[in-house]
């Protein structure tokens, strides 16, 4: 199976700052990699897929980047309602998520 | 509009079999290139995809979980629906279903369902 490992686990920010979260594959997966937020109590929201195509309605801070084996999520100028837990997923093979982000207020 | 929603036990027993339904609107399983997946997450814990079924009825599993998961479609009824043998505490979680569209031959979830809490206790 292809693992997928995340990072950090969890980072703290302020309104304003950029964060980068990195999600590494075990083995190649072209650009097969999307990218989800999730609130407490709520079903996760696709962000971003194919690596790097936003989703309809999804803000331009968010940006998405990649191929291969490592993908990269960032978010230019957080706002409050960025502050969620992040997961990647890569569809190569099988589904595989990452072991998610959790970004907190500093 | 797009709409999924699960269905199914609120607790169930160790060793018992789950059954979970996800009804679906405004998309069809007989359209090419659809699929629907199950996704579980344990509480406080992160989300573990499950299975999988596409619209010509291929059927994808977990390697870790396949000798316990059986998924199926009803296409009239537009259902899915997936059971789960032998359950255990372990598999507390709120199971999501979701669909899974394709861009090229990337796939991604775009629409899910709210998520149904399963807790096995005795």
């Known amino acids: 199976d292809i693992q997928v490992t995340q990072s950090p686990s969890s980072v703290s920010a302020s309104v304003g700052d950029r964060v980068t979260i990195t999600c590494r594959a075990s083995?190649?997966?072209?650009?097969?990699v999307a990218w989800y937020q999730q609130k407490p109590g709520k079903a996760p929201k696709l962000l971003i897929y194919a690596a790097s195509i936003l989703q309809s309605g999804v803000p331009s801070r968010f940006r998405g980047t990649g191929s291969g084996t490592d993908f990269t999520l960032t978010i230019s100028s957080l706002q409050p309602e960025d502050f969620a837990t992040y997961y990647c997923q890569q569809t190569n093979s099988f589904h595989t998520f990452g072991q998610g982000t959790r970004l907190e207020i500093k | 509009q797009v709409t999924l929603r699960e269905s199914g036990p609120a607790l169930v027993k160790p060793t018992q079999t789950l059954t979970l339904t996800c009804s679906f609107s405004?998309?069809?399983?007989?359209?090419?290139?659809?699929?629907v997946s199950w996704i579980r997450q344990p509480p406080g814990k992160a989300l573990q995809w499950l299975a999988l079924?596409?619209?010509?009825?291929?059927?994808y599993y977990s390697t870790s979980l396949e000798t316990r998961l059986t998924i199926s479609k009803d296409t009239s009824k537009n259902q899915v629906v997936l059971t789960m043998t032998n359950m255990d505490p372990v598999d507390t979680a709120t199971y999501f279903c979701?669909?899974?569209?394709?861009?090229?031959?990337?796939?991604?979830?775009?629409?899910w369902g709210q998520g149904v809490l399963v807790t096995v206790s005795s």
């Open positions: 079924i596409d619209w010509i009825d291929d059927k």
């Open positions: 979701a669909r899974e569209s394709y861009y090229d031959t990337s796939g991604y979830y775009d629409f």
């Open positions: 083995q190649a997966i072209n650009n097969w």
């Open positions: 405004g998309f069809s399983l007989n359209t090419s290139g659809m699929s």
